[in-house]
């Protein structure tokens, strides 16, 4: 079954740096991978959404590459604020006739001010 | 409603008791899931729903665990005879998609239910 890789160590970063979140998985390459971001307390809210097709996605100051080669997507936050301090969590697709994504167990990220 | 709701936002039982989790997703949307997501841990899938059938139940950790969906809305999960390992926040999200061909399947979560099996 797939197996969906993410540091389970916290990131810990100086405001103002490029954050980089790393999300491996071990089978076969879903159609499509989410990111989502999780504050405490709280359910995760969606980000982005990366086709396998696709090699890259922006929205602002995020970032999402793909690569199916490596079995691997990464997640950059540029500029970042300690307002981007949250666990992020990727998504595989998984198939089985319908939609359905298994998640990762997410990193969590520190913006130090 | 404006965004998934779930209810209690906290529970706390005595082992050996049954306890309800309520969902109510977003208007409109078809695909229901439900997740547990123990201390430090992932998402762990437990039930998806689209309209009121269930094709995927294969994340219900025993046949103590069940859930029922009606008027293609309102969930319910039900866990019998609660265990202490039971005890995680139970989420649920909603989503338009849900039918294979659909590119997309943004999930939309509710806050969850702490449970807490004394």
């Known amino acids: 079954s797939q197996k969906i890789e993410q540091n389970s160590e916290a990131l810990n970063i100086q405001e103002g740096k490029t954050a980089t979140l790393t999300c491996n998985y071990t089978?076969?390459?879903?159609?499509?991978l989410q990111w989502y971001r999780q504050d405490p307390g709280r359910g995760p809210v969606f980000l982005l959404l990366i086709r396998e097709n696709e090699k890259e996605k922006r929205k602002e100051r995020l970032k999402v590459t793909f690569d199916t080669t490596l079995k691997q997507s990464l997640f950059h936050i540029t500029a970042s604020q300690p307002a981007d301090s949250a666990t992020y969590l990727c998504a595989l697709e998984t198939g089985g006739g319908y939609q359905k994504v298994t998640f990762g167990t997410g990193t969590k990220l520190q913006v130090i001010p | 409603g404006a965004g998934v709701s779930q209810s209690p936002s906290n529970k706390v039982t005595e082992k050996g008791k049954d306890v309800e989790l309520r969902c109510d997703p977003i208007?409109?949307?078809?695909?229901l899931y439900w997740y547990r997501q123990s201390l430090g841990q992932g998402l762990e899938f437990l039930i998806y729903f689209q309209g009121n059938s269930a094709p995927d139940k294969s994340g219900l950790p025993s046949d103590r665990f069940s859930a029922e969906r009606t008027g293609g809305s309102v969930s319910t999960l039900t866990i019998q005879r609660t265990q202490q390992e039971d005890s995680a926040v139970y989420l649920c999200a909603s989503s338009l998609a849900g039918l294979a061909g659909l590119a997309k399947n943004i999930q939309y979560f509710g806050a969850g239910t702490r449970l807490s099996v004394l």
């Open positions: 089978n076969y390459s879903p159609a499509y």
């Open positions: 208007s409109g949307h078809t695909a």
